[in-house]
């Protein structure tokens, strides 16, 4: 009955007898049912005039979305993570999930970021994840579509954000390096196709974990707070646009807004420690990486950037191709915010 009363809420206080006339309950049910939501994990505001939405509460009703991402869109208090609350929801036997959709969510109980870390999901943070079962056109998902992902996915995030810069493979740094964003990508593979991918972003709006940014300290004096269901709506927009870029559109949209490149880098990889400079990405986005020894190419890793970031990071504003990117990580794994 809670789920009930959810998308009926909005930002502007209704009282009890109007909500349990929408409902068919009386208004001691709709109390009922508003501190089950609160229990949730859903930020119903409760006050003499009523009952209401957190401003800027990411949920279907106040997310404005203009594409196919997002069409089909819920949104939970609870979950043991967006991945699979999405993924349960696109088995679906009778009404699965289709393309473009998306699950946002207040907490999760399970969430995970690259290599099994704990995807962190304080309050104040967007946390969701988008299905994609087809290519731009329709066209099928395949195993060489999944490498740019994560790099078109933090194209898209930076411009949506409007602040910081790129870290190689998928997180979106505050100017002076902590930690505003991450994205995670999981593919389920069927011969030389996905069969699906489904991407997860976690961005830190309006509070962040110790030693991590949030937006909200960042925002230009004079211009509104930044909140999540507007960011989710023009994250959306963004990774609509992105996903019909080419990869060499793709390589030069995440290299002019990337924080990687020219720089001291330790990257942890699989076969041990690498140091060397990052000097370029290769076409399918792996990291070019000079070290005394010649280069290396690293398609996954843990970076570590070595040294202080300038303040004076990309601008979300320097010149874009026409069309954007796509959103992602790599195949065997992806970076949330342990925000």
Do not use: C
């Amino acid at each position: 009955m809670s789920e009930r009363l959810l998308p009926i809420l909005t930002e502007r206080a209704q009282t009890g007898d109007a909500l349990g006339q929408a409902l068919g309950v009386n208004r001691v049910t709709v109390n009922t049912l508003a501190r089950r939501l609160i229990d949730s994990g859903v930020p119903v505001q409760v006050t003499r005039a009523g009952y209401a939405l957190a401003p800027g509460t990411p949920a279907p009703q106040l997310t404005a979305r203009s594409g196919t991402l997002g069409q089909a869109m819920r949104y939970h208090g609870t979950v043991t993570s967006t991945q699979d609350a999405l993924r349960a929801w696109a088995d679906h036997p009778d009404h699965p999930a289709p393309h473009g959709a998306v699950m946002v969510a207040e907490r999760q109980t399970a969430g995970r970021g690259r290599r099994g870390r704990t995807w962190d999901t304080t309050n104040g943070t967007l946390v969701f994840s988008v299905l994609l079962t087809s290519g731009p056109h329709g066209a099928p998902l395949t195993l060489a579509d999944l490498p740019l992902m994560p790099l078109a996915a933090g194209v898209a995030l930076h411009r949506a954000a409007g602040v910081g810069g790129l870290k190689w493979p998928n997180d979106l740094l505050a100017p002076g390096g902590r930690k505003l964003a991450g994205i995670l990508l999981e593919a389920d593979l069927r011969g030389e196709e996905a069969r699906r991918v489904v991407i997860g972003i976690g961005v830190n709006v309006t509070a962040a974990p110790q030693d991590a940014a949030h937006l909200s300290a960042l925002h230009t004096p004079g211009t509104p707070e930044p909140t999540r269901a507007a960011l989710l709506g023009t994250l959306l927009r963004e990774l609509e646009r992105a996903l019909a870029a080419t990869p060499q559109q793709t390589l030069a949209a995440w290299r002019a807004a990337n924080v990687t490149l020219g720089r001291p880098v330790r990257i942890q990889t699989h076969a041990g420690l690498l140091e060397g400079t990052a000097t370029d990405l290769d076409a399918q986005g792996s990291l070019i990486v000079t070290t005394p020894a010649g280069p290396r190419t690293v398609s996954a890793g843990d970076v570590q950037l070595i040294g202080s970031l300038s303040p004076d990071q990309p601008s979300p504003d320097a010149p874009l191709p026409a069309t954007s990117l796509p959103a992602a990580d790599v195949p065997e794994g992806g970076s949330g915010p342990a925000p």
